[in-house]
């Protein structure tokens, strides 16, 4: 079946931009995650979304950072007035309730501050 | 506080030869463990996964990991290195929330022909 989605896959902007970020995830996964990978670095968490609860938005770094999702389905990351420490690759995964269930990830969007 | 430690951020061998890829946890609660691998350009696939049932997990691949509560670790192995297993490896740890995992740097495999 159909994996982890997300677009674009390469965004150039120039600082102060505002820039959005889509995630398709797994029919069927109610669960889904933002993550944020930086060069060379591993991946740090952003925001979770679980079913209609409330999401889990500690790891957002400011409040350029948002996230919103509608029920179970597409998911959009948006930062405001971009700054280049926003650089990184922004990953996407869904998965199934329970945190014994394996993430699945999306192949990322590669963002750029000029 | 829980926490993923790779050891080794780089790790070279030779195709054929035993591939060792070391993670250690903390965690004051059972762990759920999983490792990742990442080609460039590309997201992250899972290997495997440690959900408290048998402590040898295997995964795709060739690959398996070990979970040793004494050693608070679980390293993955392989026994033959194939050129295609050059990537970058991660070792993961669900947080005890249970809304997101705790990532270790990070270990890139090379391997020579």
């Known amino acids: 079946g159909a994996g982890v989605s997300q677009s674009p896959s390469n965004k150039v902007t120039e600082k102060g931009k505002d820039v959005e970020l889509r995630c398709d995830p797994i029919?069927?996964?109610?669960?889904l995650y933002w993550y944020r990978q930086r060069l060379g670095q591993g991946l740090e968490f952003l925001i979770y979304f679980q079913g209609n609860s409330a999401p889990d938005k500690s790891g957002l770094p400011s409040d350029r950072f948002s996230a919103e999702r509608t029920g179970e389905s597409v998911s959009t990351l948006t930062i405001q007035r971009t700054q280049q420490e926003d650089s990184a690759v922004y990953l996407c995964a869904s998965s199934r309730a329970g945190s014994n269930q394996p993430q699945h990830f999306g192949d990322g969007t590669r963002l750029s501050i000029l | 506080a829980q926490s993923v430690t790779q050891l080794g951020s780089h790790v070279s061998v030779s195709e054929g030869a035993l591939v060792l890829l070391r993670c250690n946890y903390s965690s004051s609660v059972p762990p759920y463990l999983f490792w990742y691998v990442q080609y460039p350009n590309q997201g992250l696939q899972l290997l495997l996964k440690y959900t408290s049932a048998a402590t040898l997990v295997k995964g795709i691949n060739g690959f398996e990991a070990e979970f040793k509560k004494s050693e608070t670790s679980f390293h993955l192995t392989k026994p033959s290195a194939h050129m295609s297993d050059a990537a970058e490896y991660f070792c993961?740890?669900?947080?005890?929330?249970?809304?997101?995992?705790?990532f270790g740097k990070g270990t890139t495999l090379s391997v020579s022909s």
């Open positions: 993961a740890l669900a947080n005890q929330a249970g809304t997101a995992l705790i």
């Open positions: 029919s069927g996964h109610t669960a």
